[in-house]
């Protein structure tokens, strides 16, 4: 089994930052992406930024420019760098493992979750 758990979210300013990091536990695999997704009230969840072991990264359309992605794979960790965030990026975001390493956006190829951890940009 594997765990993920995800830190640092919270309350922050539209134009503000935020670092969102998820560690994993357990059977974490010996290759693997991790990835965020996020889902806002009455939205379905959504594709936010992925990252391969070797560190190829994707991010949505939405993100780009202002959001980056990134891992360390010693500690088992990823993190996702918020910059300039905007109201609409108010969501419960959740960190994702693809065990089976295909860089996918869609969240059917994500084999384990995290409990998720709310982020509030407020305007």
């Known amino acids: 089994q594997v765990q993920l758990v995800e830190s640092g979210g919270g309350l922050v300013q539209a134009g503000g930052s935020l670092r969102l990091s998820c560690a994993a536990s357990?059977?974490?695999?010996?290759?693997?992406?991790m990835g965020w997704f996020r889902q806002a009230p009455g939205k379905e969840r959504e594709f936010v930024a992925t990252i391969s072991w070797s560190g190829t990264t994707v991010l949505a359309d939405s993100v780009k420019g202002r959001f980056t992605i990134s891992r360390d794979n010693a500690k088992n960790t990823v993190h996702l760098q918020m910059n300039t965030l905007k109201p609409e990026d108010t969501a419960v975001y959740y960190c994702a493992l693809d065990k089976h390493t295909s860089l996918s956006t869609s969240q059917n190829f994500y084999d384990y979750w995290g409990q998720g951890i709310q982020v509030t940009v407020s305007s």
């Open positions: 357990g059977r974490t695999f010996s290759r693997n992406d």
